[in-house]
DNA sequence: CTGTTAGCGCCTTCAG
DNA sequence: CTGAAGGCGCTAACAG
């Protein structure tokens, strides 16, 4: 900068000022500055520059995984929100680990973010303490957890499936399967099929059949894969729900390529709404979530907490979900 | 830091020391000060310190789409390279726009990234110049540029796409269509297609059938409907290749709706060999990418790059592509 | 509108 | 193995 400077005959105060918007420079001495910086090529460092103001312009967020496209369009709409506000997403996926997540937010903190985003509420003792200490606003997305942090942005994923059992049991439906991962690691996971059972209990429907199978992150295949032990086990089962529609759309594939007919003899839903499940034959029955809203309303709170110097702590924003019958069921 | 090192009876520096693993500090000091950590919550400050140490520990990738498996594939491979590097990652996405990819780039080289990754090798001129300033090893990725920046990983989309022809041309096919986007922007999905056109035209069998169908990122719902118009066009046409496998799966899928058997009516091919490919129903013929592998290997030739001082220059490394012939030809 | 001074929090370098 | 001095490149705060 001080070579800028130099060649246009200023002071280095003056090229900084000439970089932001608001400051009070004359037009022609911009102009002049903005030309050395051309002829220089010179890119201004922001890691000197944010030492000294005490904004880094950074805002972490942290999602389980980045192949599956329900949190990429949350991280999406997350840096969408942040187009234009100066800010930058440092992006990190804890592969459904609380260990990994960890060791991540301690990586991002050194950064010093303004904000964090993180998937969950699901968090290691050390974690929250570095959170706390970091006194920065943090926002919790994906579910409403017992105890928030700070912000949340999520809705329950317990209820949503709630309200597919039910729908499906509306459509007549009685002997209902699900399929999910081992749940240990994956707390939306297990909302999910907590609210599966507890809803077919409440529906007098007796028990709910369960296939578990792995670890997230879940495959199509492993859909595939629960999909035969369930009818292998249960043959009459007349509904299966999914965990999501990835491991839907497998279970559906296999049971065609078995010559089994998707709905008439098997009912498969899905949830999570995927691009897939509208284009694929037969389309999926599933739950629809704003996936893209959560990282858009997640970056848009964290920015008010920023303006306001986090006047409003604690406020849970909830997100909509929706029913979306198909073909399917 | 000073808070800890008062804390601790010692200097600032040996704090800072006790946070390097080869710096020499006694093992008692260097607990009492971890120790002292702990109790504070306290967080190394990264940006101050590279400030100092003239290293930011960042490299940065640009992507033209986060919500496309192939390139989230890549993202992993490059976060799985730098593990334990101490080195963390700074994704953006282009959209597939070269002008959001230089305002991407300069914003990423205001935060003195180490070296960077780009995807494809059409950039504006601007960006050109200022990765060229910014002296840092470079990594151009998917495929293989006319005028390489510095170092490359990729394999050619042209001859890949050609590779497929000759193979299908082998099966007995003859009427060949192709289905992808506008090409303008998608520098990967035109050379798969002027690799399916020469290719084509080299076997002698007439003239290939081109629809197009918008911008990318192209999706599911672009090839059921690309396939619509490509049947009422040229209803005799007999096998489909189309730029990617999601736009090959919404073309199926639109098929088996309409009643029409794949591959006995019409045959239809992707690219990319996504995980839907090997699991749909018919399974989709495609071109297995080592999409992972690009962005290992380019986080590695980076990391090599850093490690020699960038002695090896314009290296191209060529990954590798197969043909997968599954259900769909 | 422009310049000067000081310092952000750490690490390099040099002493001890 | 530990400490002290100095500076990384920029911007806040104040002055003019």
Redesign the interface.
């Known amino acids: 900068m001080t070579e800028v400077a130099k060649y246009v005959g200023v002071s280095a105060m003056t090229v900084s000022r000439a970089f932001r918007q608001d400051a009070s420079v004359s037009e022609e001495t911009r102009k002049r500055i903005m030309d050395a910086v051309d002829a220089l090529?010179y890119?201004?460092?922001?890691?000197?520059g944010?030492?000294s103001s005490r904004r880094?312009g950074f805002i972490a967020a942290l999602v389980p995984s980045?192949?599956n496209?329900n949190f990429?369009?949350t991280?999406?709409g997350i840096?969408d929100a942040l187009d234009n506000t100066g800010l930058?997403?440092?992006?990190g996926?804890t592969d459904y680990s609380t260990e990994r997540e960890e060791q991540l937010i301690?990586?991002m903190?050194?950064?010093?973010p303004e904000g964090i985003i993180l998937t969950g509420g699901s968090h290691t003792q050390r974690a929250r303490?570095?959170l706390?200490?970091?006194a920065i606003p943090v926002v919790e997305t994906w579910e409403i957890p017992e105890r928030p942090i700070n912000h949340v942005v999520g809705f329950s994923n317990s209820e949503a499936m709630s309200l597919l059992v039910r729908e499906l049991a509306g459509k007549g439906y009685r002997r209902f399967g699900y399929i999910g991962g081992t749940t240990a690691r994956d707390t939306r996971g297990s909302q999910r099929r907590s609210g599966f059972l507890k809803t077919v209990e409440e529906l007098g429907l007796g028990v709910g059949r369960l296939i578990s199978f792995g670890v997230p992150p879940i495959?199509?295949?492993q859909g595939?894969q629960a999909i035969i032990s369930m009818l292998e086990r249960w043959p009459d089962t007349e509904v299966v729900l999914c965990v999501s529609d990835l491991s839907a759309?497998?279970a559906i594939?296999e049971c065609?390529?078995r010559g089994m007919r998707v709905p008439e003899d098997i009912a498969i839903a899905g949830f999570g709404d995927y691009?897939?499940s509208?284009?694929?034959?037969p389309r999926i029955t599933t739950i629809n979530v704003d996936c893209y809203g959560i990282g858009k309303q997640a970056a848009a709170r964290l920015l008010d907490a920023l303006q306001t110097g986090d006047a409003v702590r604690n406020e849970i924003t909830l997100t909509s979900y929706k029913v979306v019958l198909r073909e399917s069921t």
């Open positions: 090529g890119v201004l460092d922001q890691s000197a944010s030492l880094t980045i192949n496209s990429s369009d991280a999406r840096t930058q997403l440092l992006l996926y301690e990586s903190l050194r950064r010093r303490r570095m706390e200490n970091a495959s199509m295949e595939a759309f497998g594939m065609r390529r691009e897939i509208s284009i694929c034959h």
